[in-house]
């Protein structure tokens, strides 16, 4: 068994988890296997394989985990070499012949960047509701999922320029959780809601409809960090510096259109 760091650009992508008929980053990687013979033409997945989470359509990953009965020859460099430009392998590790990559995951942490310049939120608002979201509780009304919503997660904040960059760290996470979380505490914190919408999020009453929480949008959410306490993972050099240059230079392509963007916007008028 071996496990892999996967990161990934979600934005061109539906989602994680293989779908029919839509692109996924699991299809992108079962290609790139099938290529290198590492999974046979009949098979539906490799085998032992696990993957550490579901990540919604539109979300990124700096350290999806995926973990498969290798090839010794089976590195990073090489499953990068059948792999889209926009999702790349950079670190692997040996593990037990029983580990599979969900369940023993001991923490997720995602990491939310929340475009929220200090004139337009009010810090210490949502700073106290990310407080008091924080800790154990039953989030079945911030999820669309009806079993297993009773969590422990740390929330935190932190001011970054014209964005807060919210963390969530848990064992695992319902479905939405994150983004329905970012957007309740985004809400109070520019005042849409009252600061006792959190209490009233987290009781043992069902919300009606008027008063969900919908999600923040998918694209600014990363899969940050994902642990394994007994693997010891080793960045493969040559991958990594092709995953650095790869989104070094989605990101300057991106401020080149924000760039562009900001003209029109400028110039209109």
Partial sequence: MRAFRIAYDGTPYYGFQRQPSVPTVEDALFDALGELSVLAEDADKPSGYAA??????????????????????LSPRAVNAELPVDVRAWASADAPSNFHATHHA????????LHAPPETIDDGRAERAMEELSGRHDYHNLTPDDENTDREIALSAV?????????????GFSRQLVRRLVGLAAGVGRGEYPEERVGRALAPEPLPGHEGIPPAPAEP??????????????TDAEAAESARRVFERRRVERRTGARVAGQLRDGIG
């Fill in 52 to 73: 550490a989470g579901r990540t919604d359509r539109g979300v990124s990953a700096l350290a999806q985990t995926v973990a498969l009965e290798a090839p010794d020859w």
């Fill in 106 to 113: 001991s923490s997720r942490k995602y990491v939310y960047h």
């Fill in 159 to 171: 001011r970054d320029g014209d964005y807060l960059r919210l963390s969530a760290r848990a064992r």
């Fill in 221 to 234: 959410l990363v899969l940050a960090a994902v642990d394994y306490p007994d693997l010891g993972f080793v």
